[in-house]
């Protein structure tokens, strides 16, 4: 079976896309399934922000097919990880846990970069698009180590 992550933020239009797209083309699609989703429901549907389809594909990532979703608690049972953009999603996300087993597959994806640091992805939405540069950086590297724990088995790949 599948190794699924998650990347969640709040609208699931501007950095979880990111960062689903950043991760599926560093890793092989029929080992890892990564999807996103957003805490609020403001965009059901949508697709991302123009400005992260335009910084994506300026580093020649395509997430256009992507439509926004709202994190459930099914995604709990549909998810092997769960990375949050920052500590308010991460805080929402932890409200819907039912168990210590839900819980322990919720971080916080900076932490990747910045281990226990518990930095923010900030969201770039109100800013202009430097913010949408800064965030993708942060999301590659992040992604980056990801996927080499991915690649190295060092997330328990069983279910």
Do not use: W
Request: glycine letters at 6%.
């Amino acid at each position: 079976m599948k190794f699924r992550v998650l990347m969640v933020c709040l609208g699931n239009i501007c950095r979880s896309p990111l960062a689903e797209g950043l991760l599926k083309s560093k890793v092989a699609a029929s080992e890892i399934f990564v999807d996103s989703a957003g805490t609020g429901n403001y965009h059901v549907g949508d697709s991302p922000d123009r400005r992260s389809i335009a910084i994506a594909r300026r580093y020649d990532l395509d997430i256009t097919d992507q439509r926004g979703r709202q994190f459930s608690v099914e995604d709990f049972d549909n998810f092997d990880l769960i990375f949050a953009m920052d500590n308010f999603n991460y805080r929402d996300i932890l409200e819907l846990a039912r168990n210590e087993a839900d819980r322990k597959k919720v971080h916080l994806i900076l932490n990747e970069i910045f281990p226990g640091e518990n930095v923010d992805v900030p969201d770039p939405y109100h800013g202009g698009e430097q913010g949408f540069e800064n965030v993708y950086q942060m999301l590659n590297e992040a992604c980056d180590n990801i996927a080499k724990k991915l690649t190295e088995g060092a997330y328990d790949l069983s279910r």
